[in-house]
């Protein structure tokens, strides 16, 4: 049954990248979406699901995945009395607003354009993650008025322009304005729920007219969902023993030379089709 054994190469693949997410995500404390989009785009591609909205397909599924974890890592992190809720509360109007408008042009966009955007986000991302120092700052506290009602809906919009949640821009973000790198993840686990969940909302909404995988609500791979899921929360704890087993900083530069690469080939194949 070609089905079958389509269904089965798709389990496996797809297990593996949901626990290799979820050691790395335990182990640098880095988003699973900045992982999971390239390696879901490249699985269902590999499987021979192309198309010009492959792409909305992966950034819609990662989001989903982040609705569950960042839901696990807020009530962790609050039981420890980290989040920031004031922080939390003040950004939420914006950057809700900004990952609805993220969807909406993501709806519009096709393959090519989003591995363009992915790429450069992703290169952004990398480079800070390789050479950004914890010392620096913008800003002794978190910005209010206009700054904080322009920065807010771009960490919505942003995120959801590269399928994952708030921690890849949120972390810097509150780190620069002197938030305790603690605090600053366990607020930007909050910043992911945000994210998240309304942009997965209009995701289900969205037509996928060309080749989609099998079980595809919308622009979400539900097989791809639940087995990610599955997996990261087998294996994060495994990476969380690890870093407290080594010291994760030299780690975090090798992924970020490792996100660099990953984010020049989505730049390379966007540019060459």
Known sequence: MPETMLLLQMALLLMAIGAFAGVLAGLLGVGGGIILVPAFFYAFQTLGYGGPQLMQICLATSLATIIVTSLRSVLSHNRKGAVEWQILRGWAPGIVIGAVLGMLLVAQLRTATLQAIFGS????????????????????????GLKRAVLSPAVGFLSVLMGIGGGSFGVPLMSLHNVAIHRAVATAAGFGMLIAVPSVIGF????????????????????????????????????????HAMDPKPLKRVFAVFLVLVALNMLRKALVG
């Open 204 to 243: 289900l909404f969205v037509e996928i007219e060309s080749a989609r995988p099998p079980l595809t609500l919308g622009a979400v791979n539900l097989v791809a969902f639940t087995i990610t899921i599955a997996m990261t929360l087998l294996t994060a704890p495994l990476g969380v023993k690890l870093a």
């Open 121 to 144: 986000l992703a290169l952004i991302v990398g480079l800070y993650m390789g050479f950004g120092r914890s010392h620096w700052r913008l800003g002794p506290q978190m910005p209010g």
